[in-house]
């Protein structure tokens, strides 16, 4: 999709390698959205699709595609900034050709059980083959040793090439935390008889996988990107990286004490969890705000305007900055304080947190991340921004803050009614779930669900043509 591996001007083979990841990303990014617009239908039609593809698939599929299609986008990203960062052409690049058909077939093969298999009986088969039964990480168990095999080569060629290349601080980072996020993916593949301590490891994967390594991850991306599109000072982004490290991997860790409360353990880690998961998104906005302080002084002093060679992937890193801490971090904190988590844990306050913290903290950085591989694939010096960028940025953005903010009104309707008026039994839930509030905040989200679709119609249009009109402008 991002050009042909034969028109384009990448020198690296494991650069190429990265685009084959780029392709997928955008296709599974976009069964993810499409997977999320019918179940936001089914919330407000139940019928809709009943018996054939139920909510329960809808919402699998709709989750597992956001999880695998930014894992895509990330090991796309690393194989294009470690030749650059390296100076390297890439170790075993052939074996992660080979990681890369066996995952794509995997995961092809996984989405087809989803849909057309769903479920099955309650016996050992159905998690070899069907579903593991985990919500958020539903792999058949074939498929979770297989991904963590590709995972496995994957590191080891991004490890062999650091050690074989240039070792600069942001590759450092970036090595260091692969090992912890391939390692964190392991908590999640046994089985204790305790539901209580099943639970406590189960979260290690859904939460810390995200808040430490993912977060950490976004940090290497964007102090690259940020080197490559305005020239930042190298010192000053692996300075704000290496904060970000000893912040995330010590808050991202007692962050997840706002989960603990709920599956048994003490009440204190209340408190901890909801201070600390606060300030995970701080080291990315002081580094974005030090290098454009810096950048404008660099602009008065010159008397000119310092190039920004790429403006879709600026656009999107400017949009990762603040949707991390708005997402992330705003959204992430009001509703996890213990006075307030109390009446909001479990409804459509959180759904509402990880619309706005999945796009503005990862899909953003990661899409900007493409527009710099489209440029290293054409060999253009400048690529603007066209009107199809800036629409696709515009209505994506648009509308999953749109969702953000109609899944908010409908979580606080939830803490009105369902929990602080009738006690959050069942009855009060599906009582809850039929007032005017609920309702009409379900339907906003479903129409804020097609803006963001046509969001993505414009970005694929964009991604599509954006380098061919680079080039000729050039030319």
Do not use: C
């Not at 969890?273 to 030090?290: D, R």
């Amino acid at each position: 999709m991002l050009t042909s591996i034969k028109s384009n001007h990448l020198t690296s083979s494991g650069q190429r390698l990265g685009m084959m990841y780029f392709r997928v990303a955008i296709i599974l990014f976009g069964a993810q959205l499409l997977m999320g617009l019918i179940a936001a239908i089914q919330f407000i039609y139940p019928a809709f699709l009943f018996e054939l593809f139920d909510f329960s698939v809808a919402r699998m599929v709709h989750i597992n595609a956001l999880v695998v299609w930014m894992l895509y986008a990330m090991i796309g990203a690393t194989y294009y900034m470690l030749s650059d960062e390296t100076e390297h052409e890439g170790v075993a690049i052939g074996l992660g050709k080979l990681a890369f058909w066996v995952l794509t077939l995997a995961v092809t093969i996984v989405v087809l059980v989803y849909i057309f298999i769903q479920i099955g009986p309650g016996k050992e088969s159905t998690i070899w083959l069907i579903n593991e039964g985990r919500e958020y990480i539903e792999a058949p168990r074939w498929a979770d040793i297989g991904i963590v095999v590709v995972v496995l080569i994957f590191y080891w060629n991004v490890f062999a090439t650091y050690l074989a290349g240039k070792k600069t601080g942001i590759m450092t980072v970036m090595v260091a935390n692969l090992l912890a996020l391939a390692g964190l993916y392991l908590a999640g593949m046994f089985f204790t008889d305790n539901i209580s301590m099943d639970q406590f490891w189960w979260w290690w994967v859904i939460h810390l996988w995200v808040e430490a390594t993912w977060e950490v991850f976004v940090g290497t991306l964007a102090a690259y990107a940020l080197i490559k599109i305005i020239g930042a000072k190298r010192e000053v982004v692996e300075m704000w990286l290496w904060i970000e490290v000893l912040m995330l991997f010590g808050s991202g860790i007692l962050g997840l004490g706002h989960h603990y409360f709920w599956i048994g353990t003490p009440e204190y880690w209340w408190e901890i969890g909801a201070l600390f998961s606060a300030l995970e998104p701080v080291p990315l906005i002081a580094m974005f705000v030090h290098v454009l302080y810096d950048w404008g002084k660099e602009q008065g002093i010159n008397g000119e305007k310092p190039a920004i060679n790429n403006g879709p992937a600026m656009a999107w890193l400017v949009t990762n900055a603040f949707g991390n801490f708005l997402g992330a971090g705003i959204w992430g904190f009001f509703h996890t304080l213990p006075q307030v988590n109390i009446y909001t844990h479990g409804t459509q306050f959180t759904a509402a947190h990880g619309h706005l913290s999945f796009f503005g903290a990862y899909a953003t950085i990661l899409i900007g991340t493409m527009y710099l591989g489209l440029q290293g694939a054409y060999g253009v010096k400048q690529m603007k921004a066209t009107f199809n960028s800036k629409m696709g940025l515009f209505l994506s953005t648009f509308g999953v803050l749109g969702m953000g903010v109609a899944l908010t009104i409908a979580g606080y309707e939830q803490v009105l009614v369902e929990r602080a008026e009738l006690g959050a039994g069942w009855n009060a839930f599906f009582v809850a779930q039929d007032l005017p509030w609920y309702v009409q905040a379900q339907l906003w989200r479903a129409i804020m669900g097609v803006v963001t679709l046509l969001g993505f119609v414009y970005l694929v249009l964009d991604l599509l043509t954006i380098g061919k009109k680079a080039r000729a402008a050039e030319a």
